[in-house]
């Protein structure tokens, strides 16, 4: 029988050192914290159940694979930074960077469940599956591309403490990234159900 994920109610900003460590270690840690959006008197929280990881200069599923370009450059500069960028002409995908300087990597945020605070999930609140349902429910544009994960900045990360066992955490493929050859069996997606 699986154990459910642990709260202890405890509302943290997750700091930017936070995000300058291993991109897959980050990737896990990431299950259960809460991202927040912020603007003018609205607030919105996710519990992020679904992420994938794109790590370094050689995988070739990363944006980063090719060298630096005007739209990935931000994923070559400091950790805890966001990089969006639209797909389709229509869908918003919000990542995270990761890791040192000059180490192209990043998270993208794929699934999550809103939340009212404290780690609670919102009473009636469905599952949001995708990145471009994510950065729509949560009213996200490139505005928000380069800046860091902070409260000042309006979007940011929260350790409410919940914790998701490592037998309950999902890890398989990536998605959408057939073309990466060796890369596209990496099991860099990583999620968890409640």
């Not at 400091?78 to 300087?101: Q, R």
């Amino acid at each position: 029988m699986k154990s459910r994920p642990s709260i202890h109610n405890q509302e943290k900003t997750l700091p930017l050192s936070f995000f300058d460590r291993s991109t897959i270690m980050i990737a896990q840690e990431l299950l259960g914290k809460v991202l927040v959006h912020h603007i003018r008197e609205n607030t919105l929280r996710l519990i992020i159940n679904e992420v994938e990881a794109y790590d370094g200069p050689h995988d070739k599923a990363s944006h980063a694979h090719r060298g630096v370009t005007p739209r990935n450059q931000v994923m070559f500069g400091e950790a805890g930074h966001w990089y969006l960028y639209l797909v389709y002409g229509m869908h918003w995908m919000l990542n995270i960077t990761t890791g040192p300087k000059d180490y192209p990597a990043a998270i993208l945020i794929r699934g999550g469940y809103p939340s009212t605070g404290s780690g609670q999930v919102h009473s009636g609140g469905t599952l949001i599956s995708g990145p471009g349902k994510i950065t729509k429910y949560l009213g996200l544009n490139y505005f928000y591309n380069t800046l860091p994960a902070l409260q000042k900045t309006g979007l940011w990360f929260e350790d409410c403490g919940i914790t998701i066992p490592p037998k309950n955490m999902i890890k398989k493929k990536r998605i959408g990234v057939d073309y990466a050859e060796k890369w596209k069996d990496k099991l860099y997606n990583f999620s968890f159900l409640l």
